[in-house]
């Protein structure tokens, strides 16, 4: 059977303890300045997508140097992996579904990783079906077959969050699968795989572009404001590194301030060398497509009301085994300094 994302985090946190146990004091060595100026910062991001503009803005313009940063920045290709590379050190920072803070929380790992600024405050992922459907309601899912995301993962939580509250059971009206990776559903969706698809970009537009598939549905837009993804890194650097956290956020509300404030044309041309396999011309539906449905925030503060819909969210999805405090996982103080 697959296993859930917190059944990888209670795997992530025994790691951890290995590793440190092995690497001893020597994890914050690459905090060290790289030069006269510059200090060097990892950031593991979950999935490297034009969903995340506003980081990708900060770093074409130059933000995070401004601020005296010298950003590395991983993929991750998941949650659960992004988790591991934070508990394990080889990251400063994660970028990553929030629920995955939560998980960790709850599996007991005394330096527990808190969230610090959130970025999307709406899914990213759009359902894709065979056929144009312009009179689409979620009920023609019912006997069908979904091409979903990893149980336990925001993706698939907020897939049948929308189920459940359309009056849909997301265990008994229709089958969805999630045994494909994620990053492999459109190629199999588009090589026959399932009746519908639960999709990112540039996944999404690319079905669409190649004529496999068609945007029926936003997710983001049917279920309302969540707390989606959220830049988090280890209460003890938090706290040991303070400075720099303030500095990241600091970079990341100029990018978030220029992405607000710019057409979606601009905001594509400068963020395409981040995406080189990506032509321009669907950088830039993306883009508009995200912006059109509201998918980033003001500003980076995770407020409490967000947090407790996440809480929610989990519940209703079984993966709740304790309901944490918003004051132990979540630190809104550097970005409420740096707040329009």
């Not at 995770?302 to 630190?331: C, H, K, M, W």
Request: aromatic fraction near 10%; glycine fraction near 8%.
């Amino acid at each position: 059977m697959k296993k859930s994302l917190s059944q990888f985090i209670s795997i992530a946190i025994c790691i951890t303890i290995i590793f440190t146990t092995i690497t001893g004091c020597s994890t914050n060595s690459k905090n060290k300045k790289t030069d006269k100026t510059l200090i060097k910062v990892t950031l593991n991001e979950v999935a490297h997508s034009i969903f995340y503009a506003p980081m990708y803005v900060a770093i074409e313009q130059g933000y995070f140097k401004e601020e005296g940063i010298d950003l590395e920045l991983i993929t991750g290709f998941g949650a659960d992996k992004t988790m591991t590379a934070v508990l394990s050190g080889e990251a400063d920072i994660g970028f990553m579904g929030p629920e995955t803070t939560v998980y960790t929380y709850n599996e007991g790992s005394t330096d527990y990783v808190v969230n610090f600024a959130q970025l999307t405050q709406r899914a990213g992922n759009f359902l894709i079906a065979r056929e144009e459907m312009p009179n689409f309601t979620w009920s023609d899912l019912c006997g069908k077959e979904v091409l979903g995301g990893r149980k336990g993962g925001m993706p698939e939580m907020v897939f049948e969050y929308i189920l459940k509250q359309n009056n849909i059971d997301p265990a008994a009206d229709l089958s969805i699968d999630q045994s494909i990776d994620f990053g492999s559903t459109a190629a199999a969706f588009a090589g026959g795989k399932g009746d519908f698809s639960v999709e990112f970009e540039p996944g999404a537009t690319t079905l669409e572009t190649e004529g496999s598939g068609y945007v029926i549905a936003s997710l983001g837009v049917d279920s309302g404001y969540v707390p989606y993804t959220a830049f988090s890194a280890k209460a003890s650097y938090l706290k040991e590194h303070s400075d720099i956290i303030q500095k990241f956020t600091t970079a990341l509300q100029k990018g978030l301030d220029y992405t607000l404030t710019h057409t979606p044309e601009e905001i594509a041309k400068l963020i395409s060398p981040q995406f080189k396999e990506t032509d321009l011309e669907t950088i830039t539906k993306i883009v508009a497509r995200y912006h059109k449905q509201d998918t980033w925030k003001e500003n980076l503060i995770f407020e409490e009301s967000s947090f407790e819909l996440l809480l929610d969210i989990l519940s209703d999805a079984g993966e709740l085994t304790n309901r944490p405090s918003y004051q132990d996982l979540v630190d809104s103080s550097f970005a409420q300094k740096v707040a329009k």
